[in-house]
């Protein structure tokens, strides 16, 4: 970017509004984590055209490691799964329509072999399900969060989580609300946020020596 760019790109960043460096699609800048939900439930049909939009991820020898385990607002299994959060993600997540949990499993049996051998890559590929869950939501009209703030040993057990499985994350899934919804303590968080420049993420050949 030239000076002048940068100079514009910074004002509109203050503005709240997202620059891209490079030209991409729309979506990548457009969707954004808001913790204010409108209340709305989602159909089951919508929550799963999220599951399935996360099911074509790529994956190592599409071994596929992925699990979801998830809850909609109002039903049994929904307090349990709230409960599990930190209690600063359980103050504005209570407003989603759907919780759910990303899993990952940690074995697989590549193809031609008998045994099951850990996976390396395990976490990336269910890395690359959860993205597309979540641009496949925002697509759809919904948010959806990513939450790390969750007890991990109560998760495991509430959630009756197999032992070579790994829970990577969990996610608060609704329609946008106004930011008037949540305590005020989150008001600030409630607009897009930057990131750092690509120079400080992307090396030709090497790392720099420094
Ligand atoms: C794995 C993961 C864990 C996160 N944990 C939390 C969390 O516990 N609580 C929260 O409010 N937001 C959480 N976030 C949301 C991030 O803060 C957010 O994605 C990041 O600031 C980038 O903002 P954006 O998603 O709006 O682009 C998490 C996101 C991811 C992907």
Known sequence: MGQEQTHLAE???????????????????????SR?????????????????????????YN????????????TPAWPTLLSVLVPYNQAWADGAAA???VVS??????????????SRSASFDTGAAWASLAFQAHLDGWV?????????EAARKALNVPA??????AVAIGRRGEKAVLPERYHA??????????????????????
Do not use: C
């Open 189 to 210: 968080g409630e607009t897009p946020n930057g990131r750092r420049p690509l120079r400080e993420t992307v090396f030709e050949g090497a790392f720099p020596a420094s």
């Open 105 to 118: 499993k940690a074995s697989f049996t590549p193809p031609g072999k008998s045994e099951p051998t850990v």
């Open 11 to 33: 004002r509109l960043e203050a503005a709240g509004r997202r620059v891209a460096e490079h030209p991409v699609a729309p979506i990548f800048l457009e969707r954004w984590s």
């Open 36 to 60: 204010a939900f409108s209340g709305e439930p989602i159909p089951d049909a919508a929550l799963f055209s999220l599951f399935e939009a996360a099911r074509w991820a790529p994956s190592a």
């Open 164 to 169: 070579d499985h790994r829970i990577e994350a």
């Open 63 to 74: 071994s596929q490691p992925w699990r979801f385990v998830y809850a909609k607002r109002d």
């Open 144 to 152: 959806a969060h990513g939450m790390g703030g969750f007890d991990d």
């Open 99 to 101: 919780l759910v949990f």
